[in-house]
């Protein structure tokens, strides 16, 4: 069966309802694919989310410890944030990376893109694995209330399989490195 490559999505009309620096809400009058009037809204990220699993020559990866406002729970990830459109994503990357842990890398990898919630959004991830680590001070926003800790690779692919760690970018990141490792990639 051949999927169509064509919106079956027809838009009337839109609606901003919303905007900041990191957000935007949308609302569309549509005719959905069945050919029915409906509403439809997506949230635009006005940023790409940007990833780093930092991962040492002992196989110890950093993880990042959180109080997340929007889950209203901490949560344990890897370096995450947001990167600046029109931005080299690497860039961010590497200034998260230093602002999170005060982790420099010298060896660089892509690992994967994501779209982390089509259904209701446009917010591209894309994850970035750092090889060649060195040391140097921490430097958290202000908005950051931050623990970092370095964790034994096999520990961090535990926690993401007893559901300790439920950060999409941190899950995906993680069986990654897992599948790499196993196929002999890394």
């Known amino acids: 069966m051949q999927h169509p490559e064509e919106n079956p999505w027809q838009i009337i009309s839109e609606k901003e309802i919303y905007n900041n620096p990191w957000i935007g809400l949308t609302e569309y009058q549509v005719i959905n694919p069945s050919g029915n009037p409906g509403i439809y809204g997506k949230v635009h990220f006005n940023n790409i989310a940007i990833g780093v699993f930092p991962l040492d020559e002992q196989m ?73 680590l060195e040391q140097f001070e921490a430097e958290p926003e202000d908005t950051e209330q931050l623990i970092t800790k370095k964790v034994p690779f096999d520990d961090v692919y535990r926690m993401v399989s007893d559901g300790q760690i439920t950060d999409a970018i941190s899950v995906a990141s993680v069986l990654k490195i897992r599948l790499m490792q196993l196929e002999g990639r890394l």
């Not at 890398?105 to 694995?129: G, K």
């Open 60 to 132: 110890n990866t950093y993880l990042v410890g959180q109080y997340r406002f929007a889950l209203g729970q901490y949560s344990w990830e890897i370096p995450e944030g947001g990167g600046m459109l029109g931005i080299d994503p690497l860039a961010s990357a590497k200034r998260e990376l230093l602002e999170e842990t005060g982790l420099k890398a010298s060896r660089w990898t892509e690992l994967q893109r994501m779209h982390l919630s089509n259904s209701v959004s446009d917010e591209l991830s894309i994850i970035y694995l750092a090889r060649d």
